[in-house]
């Protein structure tokens, strides 16, 4: 099975996105490490982002399930990342740049020859003390939805797993982040979730409040 915690597994096809909602960050190890490991193993290109610290304990996790994790960096086929400038706009969070790199590093995976990309980022850790720390909440469901709706609806060649640290998220945020999500993974549990929402709605949604407040907004 590609997912597994605490002794439960779960297939999780191409295009799936998940979110792992987790208060210890040790956590994210955790669930990531056999995600990758599985992926490896396929001829994926993997790809981990967060603190320099995650990325110490994910090298360790995957030597832990018997990866040669110099050697997978070495080929390009893994990707350990803890330098959040590429993926922010002038220390701004911007959503449809976060997607474009997914999108980037989709096409240079295919281009290489591996078979498909598995996606794995700590969002509180890209997020935190950004320019536009007051936009963060809605930036994240604006990505959370665009992601759903390009890679999920169209069986897009990647499994993403994104991280959030729920003890530091508003509660509201952390309701609407489960209702984007077909798997998520809180604490020791899989749940899937049976009030999943599609996502061309929900991001229909947003453009209403947005526009109800008098602002415009660009998609």
């Known amino acids: 099975m590609d997912l597994s915690v605490e002794g439960k597994s779960e297939r999780i096809p191409p295009g799936s996105h998940i979110v792992q909602l987790y208060n210890k960050v040790n956590e994210i190890a955790g669930v990531t490490a056999r995600l990758l ?22 090298e360790q996790a995957l030597a ?3 990866v040669d994790v110099a050697a997978a960096q070495q080929t390009g086929q893994l990707q350990l990342v803890s330098d959040r400038e590429p993926l922010l706009v002038n220390n701004r969070f911007d959503p449809y740049h976060l997607l474009s790199t997914h999108q980037t590093f989709i096409a240079q995976a295919m281009r290489e020859g591996w078979k498909a990309v598995r996606i794995s980022m700590d969002m509180n850790w890209l997020t935190e003390g950004a320019a536009n720390t007051a936009q963060i909440p809605q ?14 609806f169209q069986n897009a060649p990647i499994i993403a ?5 729920y003890s530091k998220l508003p509660g509201g945020l952390v309701v609407e982040l489960l209702k984007l999500h077909p798997i998520a993974v809180v604490g020791k549990f899989i749940k899937r979730n049976p009030y999943y929402l599609n996502s061309e709605q929900y991001l229909l949604k947003i453009l209403r409040v947005n526009r109800d407040k008098g602002r415009v907004v660009a998609v």
Not at 139 to 152: G, H, N, P, R, W
């Open 64 to 66: 832990k399930q018997g």
């Open 161 to 165: 797993l994104m991280h959030y640290d």
């Open 139 to 152: 930036q994240i469901l604006k990505y959370e939805a665009a992601s759903d709706a390009v890679f999920t």
């Open 37 to 58: 490991e599985v992926g490896l193993a396929a001829s994926e290109k993997c790809l981990f982002a967060g603190t320099p610290a995650s990325v110490k304990d994910m």
